[in-house]
């Protein structure tokens, strides 16, 4: 438990100091992405956690030199998708900010399937997403939870990954 606060102590002071209003660092998005895997648990996970990228994003490039980790006794695979018909075996679909009006089309094709949705652009939590981020005014990259959509999806995340959220309905 000291590891993983530690861990995202050390994740959120980075953020803090890289993650600006007026450049995007993917990097620290990927990072992200992948913290949030590790703290996650999945149902019925086969050999690989599959994070496919959905719309054009600097964040899958980033993601990539993360592809092989082992993310709780899985290898993390990441694919990218610009059709839902590519989505594939996904576990985390990640939502880039381009392609962010089509959330509405991936909840119905996901619908009852134990894929976590994190979007790229703020306040799509309220909408359906597992996961938003957000800027914060001080240029901290933070998180929105929707606990509710997450458990319907039979995904369960660890409590001090909620208690870091900016925000969680």
């Known amino acids: ?9 050390m994740l959120a002071l980075y953020c803090s100091v890289t993650a600006y209003s007026q450049t995007t660092n993917y990097q620290v998005y990927a990072l992200f992405v992948v913290n949030i895997a590790k703290y996650s648990s999945f149902p019925n ?3 690989d956690l599959q994070v496919t990228v959905y719309g054009k994003s600097k964040v899958y490039d980033e993601l990539m030199k993360q592809s092989g980790k082992n993310v709780n006794g899985h290898s993390l695979k990441v694919t990218q998708a610009e059709d839902i018909t590519d989505l594939g075996q996904a ?5 880039a900010d381009g ?3 089509s959330l509405d089309d991936i909840l119905k094709a996901t619908e009852g399937k134990p894929i976590m949705i994190i979007c790229e652009r703020e306040g799509l939590h309220k909408k359906g ?3 938003s981020f957000i800027v914060t005014e001080n240029s901290t990259l933070r998180f929105d939870i929707n606990n509710t959509e997450l458990e319907k999806r039979q995904i369960k ?6 208690t870091l959220a900016n925000s969680t309905i």
């Open 129 to 131: 997403a597992g996961f």
């Open 91 to 95: 576990q985390i679909i990640y939502l």
């Open 157 to 162: 995340i660890s409590k001090n990954l909620s």
């Open 1 to 9: 438990m000291k590891c993983f606060k530690l861990s995202f102590m």
């Open 99 to 101: 392609k962010s009006a």
């Open 45 to 47: 996970v086969s050999s």
